[in-house]
């Protein structure tokens, strides 16, 4: 069966990836699509975990060959989804979770359309920024770079699926849980198990007395 996509989107330092992980503990049969880029490895990053790390004329090469999924270009550095990853889930008989900007987002919608999109707000500004250096990853800078990102992010809610605030993180991630078993729950996700059901009505002999016509 073709695999359910669950698109999870947020500016940097709104939780997604605390949450993803709870989604991850609590609901199987996922597979985390693992983007490439160009960017540098962070602390403990591994290859083919975090990220494919590659070199910008690698990644153009891909581009050129039509290998993604989705890509873009984010504060000066590419993120992209190999068209395999989708292929690599279905061959496990799971569903993909990827976790993805909004400009790979919309492109992922037009060529899945029956993605879930899932957009996470931090409850504020003021609690972003905290978050932001709370990190301690990130110069004064690329701070404030990234908070202009997010406001220009922010924006774009209103075209996912869902959006949650992450203000209450167990909370949050019972509300992610929540859609993703719910998207599952789905009459097109359970037609291998409702079939065998309507063969047994279609299939059993009549009770005595009741006639059929």
């Known amino acids: 069966m073709t695999p359910s996509v669950f698109i999870i989107s947020a500016p940097s330092g709104s939780g997604k990836s605390t949450l993803k992980n709870g989604l991850f503990?609590?609901?199987?049969?996922?597979?985390?699509?693992?983007?490439?880029?160009?960017?540098?490895?962070?602390?403990a990053e591994r290859e083919?975990?975090?990220?494919?790390?590659?070199?910008r004329a690698h990644f153009e090469s891909m581009i050129d060959g039509d290998e993604f999924l989705e890509w873009a270009q984010v504060f000066g550095n590419y993120y992209g989804t190999h068209r395999s990853e989708l292929d690599k889930a279905e061959a496990v008989g799971a569903d993909l979770v990827l976790d993805i900007d909004v400009q790979g987002a919309a492109q992922?919608?037009?060529?899945i359309p029956d993605a879930v999109s899932i957009f996470i707000l931090p409850p504020s500004r003021t609690e972003l920024e905290q978050r932001l250096r709370a990190r301690g990853e990130d110069s004064e800078?690329?701070?404030a770079e990234r908070l202009r990102g997010a406001a220009d992010e922010i924006r774009n809610y209103g075209k996912y699926d869902y959006v949650l605030i992450n203000r209450e993180v167990t909370a949050s991630i019972e509300a992610l849980v929540s859609i993703v078993c719910g998207q599952r729950m789905r009459r097109t996700r359970m037609e291998d198990q409702i079939?065998?059901?309507l063969e047994t009505f279609e299939t059993e002999p009549a009770e005595k007395g009741v006639l059929s016509e």
């Open 25 to 43: 503990d609590r609901v199987s049969n996922l597979r985390f699509s693992v983007s490439y880029t160009t960017r540098k490895r962070r602390g």
């Open 48 to 55: 083919g975990e975090s990220y494919y790390y590659t070199d």
């Open 108 to 111: 992922l919608k037009k060529k």
């Open 141 to 143: 800078e690329v701070i």
């Open 195 to 197: 079939r065998p059901i």
